[in-house]
């Protein structure tokens, strides 16, 4: 095994060291990638409010996962070095891999990352489609049970300089080797962003999301019809649309082809889904008046108001407040788990990235390591050269930043109507100083780059250092106070 590790490239060895990668293979943690919820958001540069490419993501799983977040540098990579998947694949590493900095669990790399790279591409994010495909499409494409796993989505966005490469190579990964893992992945740059699925083992579909619109994803097949002739905005598999018709997953006569109702659908009678994309579209185009008892959603949406990172923050932390579907109802009777932002959310963020900056003041990673309400999105700039330790990947810091929001979720959760209060609006302020001051931060940090770049990375670093702080002070109080009321209650 030693022998086999050695040849690993460097920054992937160190990850695999880390941790354990599970995203494929059971283990005796009971970790299930079938169980997998997540919800993802991904708006083009004409739908936000000041041209940004804006992305978001709750990465819900069993809810006691650490998350923490990693920077590591570019790399120049030896011949003989290669790439281990956890089912056993080795793949050629290629001659240099970009720098990325990465938000993820502890536990695993291989999908449940969100991360940018030095170029400003960035990974969105993912979901898992396991259980929605259908019968049909199991029995015709079935999973690579020796391809490639989540593990993939990094690899491409490590290779690439745009999104529509990452999106092309995540594609040829699958076509070469067969994937192990069929799922719903993003991709966004300053110019485009796009989406792809995957039907199985070797079947996959990518569109480029509208600029003037968004994308909601709720953990069920999303692409609807699509034109494989269209090479501006469709992506497809070798032969797709044949190998659907010849398996009976498509049937010409009856109407155009369509991913979603080819290769999904298993849980779409299922509100569990279908109900967080409409309360995505609900928040964002209200006047659309999308009707939540319907199972099928357009794939794309304009929102009524341009979009801003503030809002995102708000459709990340909503669990339909104020409606029938509200998950903590003043009568204590939860109506279903709660639609977005659930407690077993163990990270969120949004990243937004803007064209004519450089990378290091253009992307930013917007983290929170807990269920959004419990928790402030701190503003992570690319170019920080190091991660605030209570957020970074150290064996010292050992996720603090992490176990002190959960421990807010904990306490929080007992009585969430009467602890709301304490918590959220508190966590709010702190952003909304954060994004009043970003276009000053920003400025000095554009005047110290065009003197001296490194001067600018030292600068943002000591901002997000000293917020980083503060977060943590902050959280500290909350947790006090929380306890304390709690203890007044017994």
């Given at each position: 095994m030693r022998k086999r590790l050695k040849v690993l490239s460097a920054s992937l060895l160190l990850l695999s060291l880390i941790i354990p990668l599970t995203v494929f293979l059971q283990t005796d943690s009971g970790y299930d990638p079938s169980n997998i919820e997540c919800y993802m958001i991904l708006a083009g540069k004409d739908a936000s409010a000041d041209g940004s490419v804006l992305v978001a993501h709750n990465l819900e799983l069993s809810g006691t996962e650490i998350s923490m977040i990693g920077k590591y540098p570019g790399k120049k990579h030896r011949p003989n070095d290669r790439i281990l998947f956890e089912t056993g694949l080795q793949i050629p590493e290629v001659d240099e891999t970009y720098g990325w900095m990465v938000l993820r669990i502890s536990r695993s790399l291989s999908s449940n990352a969100v991360a940018i790279n030095e170029h400003q591409v960035a990974l969105a994010g993912g979901v898992n489609l396991?259980?929605?495909?259908?019968?049909?499409?199991?029995?015709?494409?079935?999973?690579?049970?020796?391809?490639?796993?989540?593990?993939?989505?990094?690899?491409?966005?490590?290779?690439?300089?745009?999104?529509?490469?990452?999106?092309?190579?995540?594609?040829?990964?699958?076509?070469?080797?067969?994937?192990?893992?069929?799922?719903?992945?993003?991709?966004?740059?300053?110019?485009e962003v796009w989406y792809i699925e995957s039907g199985g083992g070797r079947t996959w579909a990518a569109v480029r999301i509208p600029d003037d619109s968004y994308f909601v994803?709720?953990?069920?097949?999303?692409?609807?019809?699509?034109?494989?002739?269209?090479?501006?905005?469709?992506?497809?598999?070798?032969?797709?649309?044949?190998?659907?018709?010849?398996?009976?997953?498509?049937?010409?006569?009856k109407g155009p082809f369509s991913f979603r109702k080819a290769f999904g659908g298993a849980t779409r009678r299922s509100y569990g889904n279908a109900r967080r994309e409409w309360r995505g579209i609900d928040l964002l185009s209200p006047l659309t008046?999308?009707?939540?008892?319907?199972?099928?959603?357009?794939?794309?949406?304009?929102?009524?108001?341009?979009?801003?990172?503030?809002?995102?923050?708000?459709?990340?932390?909503?669990?339909?407040?104020?409606?029938?579907?509200?998950?903590?109802?003043?009568?204590?009777?939860?109506?279903?788990?709660?639609?977005?932002?659930?407690?077993?959310?163990?990270?969120?963020?949004?990243?937004?990235?803007?064209?004519?900056?450089?990378?290091?003041i253009g992307g930013i990673l917007w983290a929170g390591l807990s269920t959004p309400i419990t928790t402030a999105y701190l503003p992570l700039y690319y170019g920080v050269k190091k991660i605030p330790k209570e957020y970074s990947i150290s064996a010292r810091s050992g996720g603090a930043a992490h176990h002190i929001?959960?421990?807010?979720?904990?306490?929080?959760?007992?009585?969430?109507?009467?602890?709301?209060?304490?918590?959220?609006?508190?966590?709010?302020?702190?952003?909304?100083?954060?994004?009043?001051?970003?276009?000053?931060?920003?400025?000095?940090?554009?005047?110290?780059?065009?003197?001296?770049?490194?001067?600018?990375?030292?600068?943002?670093?000591?901002?997000?250092?000293?917020?980083?702080?503060?977060?943590?002070k902050l959280a500290g109080g909350i947790l006090e106070d929380l306890r304390n009321k709690a203890d007044r209650k017994k």
């Amino acid at each position: 095994m030693r022998k086999r590790l050695k040849v690993l490239s460097a920054s992937l060895l160190l990850l695999s060291l880390i941790i354990p990668l599970t995203v494929f293979l059971q283990t005796d943690s009971g970790y299930d990638p079938s169980n997998i919820e997540c919800y993802m958001i991904l708006a083009g540069k004409d739908a936000s409010a000041d041209g940004s490419v804006l992305v978001a993501h709750n990465l819900e799983l069993s809810g006691t996962e650490i998350s923490m977040i990693g920077k590591y540098p570019g790399k120049k990579h030896r011949p003989n070095d290669r790439i281990l998947f956890e089912t056993g694949l080795q793949i050629p590493e290629v001659d240099e891999t970009y720098g990325w900095m990465v938000l993820r669990i502890s536990r695993s790399l291989s999908s449940n990352a969100v991360a940018i790279n030095e170029h400003q591409v960035a990974l969105a994010g993912g979901v898992n489609l396991m259980r929605d495909r259908n019968l049909k499409a199991k029995e015709a494409d079935p999973v690579a049970r020796k391809g490639v796993t989540g593990l993939a989505r990094n690899v491409a966005l490590v290779r690439s300089r745009s999104a529509r490469e990452s999106i092309e190579i995540l594609g040829e990964l699958y076509n070469r080797y067969g994937n192990a893992y069929p799922c719903g992945v993003g991709y966004a740059d300053t110019d485009e962003v796009w989406y792809i699925e995957s039907g199985g083992g070797r079947t996959w579909a990518a569109v480029r999301i509208p600029d003037d619109s968004y994308f909601v994803q709720g953990n069920g097949y999303r692409i609807d019809v699509i034109d494989p002739g269209d090479k501006e905005n469709v992506l497809v598999s070798p032969g797709l649309l044949e190998f659907a018709e010849e398996n009976g997953l498509w049937d010409p006569g009856k109407g155009p082809f369509s991913f979603r109702k080819a290769f999904g659908g298993a849980t779409r009678r299922s509100y569990g889904n279908a109900r967080r994309e409409w309360r995505g579209i609900d928040l964002l185009s209200p006047l659309t008046n999308p009707d939540a008892t319907k199972y099928e959603f357009p794939m794309f949406s304009k929102p009524d108001k341009n979009l801003t990172v503030e809002m995102l923050f708000s459709v990340l932390r909503d669990h339909c407040a104020g409606t029938p579907y509200d998950s903590y109802p003043k009568n204590g009777k939860i109506y279903s788990r709660p639609v977005i932002c659930s407690p077993r959310v163990i990270h969120t963020n949004v990243i937004q990235l803007r064209p004519g900056l450089p990378p290091n003041i253009g992307g930013i990673l917007w983290a929170g390591l807990s269920t959004p309400i419990t928790t402030a999105y701190l503003p992570l700039y690319y170019g920080v050269k190091k991660i605030p330790k209570e957020y970074s990947i150290s064996a010292r810091s050992g996720g603090a930043a992490h176990h002190i929001f959960k421990d807010i979720s904990v306490e929080l959760l007992k009585n969430y109507n009467d602890n709301a209060e304490m918590v959220i609006p508190k966590f709010m302020s702190l952003e909304n100083e954060w994004l009043k001051s970003q276009a000053s931060i920003e400025r000095e940090a554009i005047k110290l780059y065009l003197k001296d770049p490194e001067s600018s990375r030292r600068f943002l670093t000591d901002y997000v250092e000293k917020q980083s702080d503060r977060t943590i002070k902050l959280a500290g109080g909350i947790l006090e106070d929380l306890r304390n009321k709690a203890d007044r209650k017994k």
